[in-house]
């Protein structure tokens, strides 16, 4: 799905992907051939299997590295609530607006449907208080979608694919 944050995505590091398609061949697509774009891939609509990814990383000074990946973990303790399971990030950015940010201006910070609720830290995660069912996420998620709708005339989408079923 071109997982991203920080301003980087997969698609600046990925060089190849081996895949198996829907008869069963192995498969590669470049970079280009995988279409990324925000939060998608040519793998998201279709049934292949990624086996392996080829990436092309950066050298860099060990220290440098060390004191980025410090400060983005301080970024997510300070602002993503990691103390509680949740499937990260749940809403896609709209063009020129911060979703969570509207979520919140709903005041829909800490409401909750069963063990479902929207982070009191970061109103764009949905955490799972202890004993959330899917039925209560997805219920929860369609009631953020109605009040953002309602409040501020967006429909905003979601970041993570529902699969299967309740």
Same mark, same amino acid.
């Given at each position: 799905m071109n997982a991203g944050a920080y301003g980087q995505e997969i698609k600046d590091v990925v060089v190849k992907t081996t895949y198996v398609d829907d008869k069963g061949n192995i498969k590669y697509f470049s970079n280009e051939e995988q279409k990324f774009e925000y939060r998608s891939s040519i793998f998201k609509d279709k049934p292949y299997i990624i086996t392996e990814v080829e990436l092309k990383l950066q050298r860099d000074n060990e220290s440098l590295i060390n004191a980025k $990946?410090? =400060? @983005? @973990? %301080?970024?997510? $303790? =300070? %602002?993503? !609530? $990691?103390?509680? !399971? *949740?499937?990260? *990030?749940t809403f896609k950015r709209l063009p020129n607006l911060i979703t969570a940010k509207l979520i919140d201006d709903c005041g829909l910070k800490g409401y909750s449907i069963g063990g479902a609720e929207v982070s009191n830290k970061h109103a764009g995660f949905i955490i799972n208080k202890g004993n959330a069912t899917a039925k209560d996420v997805l219920k929860l998620v369609e009631h953020i979608k109605e009040e953002v709708y309602k409040r501020f005339n967006e429909k905003i989408e979601l970041e993570v694919l529902i699969i299967g079923e309740e």
């Amino acid at each position: 799905m071109n997982a991203g944050a920080y301003g980087q995505e997969i698609k600046d590091v990925v060089v190849k992907t081996t895949y198996v398609d829907d008869k069963g061949n192995i498969k590669y697509f470049s970079n280009e051939e995988q279409k990324f774009e925000y939060r998608s891939s040519i793998f998201k609509d279709k049934p292949y299997i990624i086996t392996e990814v080829e990436l092309k990383l950066q050298r860099d000074n060990e220290s440098l590295i060390n004191a980025k $990946i410090d =400060e @983005m @973990m %301080k970024n997510r $303790i =300070e %602002k993503q !609530p $990691i103390d509680f !399971p *949740s499937a990260g *990030s749940t809403f896609k950015r709209l063009p020129n607006l911060i979703t969570a940010k509207l979520i919140d201006d709903c005041g829909l910070k800490g409401y909750s449907i069963g063990g479902a609720e929207v982070s009191n830290k970061h109103a764009g995660f949905i955490i799972n208080k202890g004993n959330a069912t899917a039925k209560d996420v997805l219920k929860l998620v369609e009631h953020i979608k109605e009040e953002v709708y309602k409040r501020f005339n967006e429909k905003i989408e979601l970041e993570v694919l529902i699969i299967g079923e309740e």
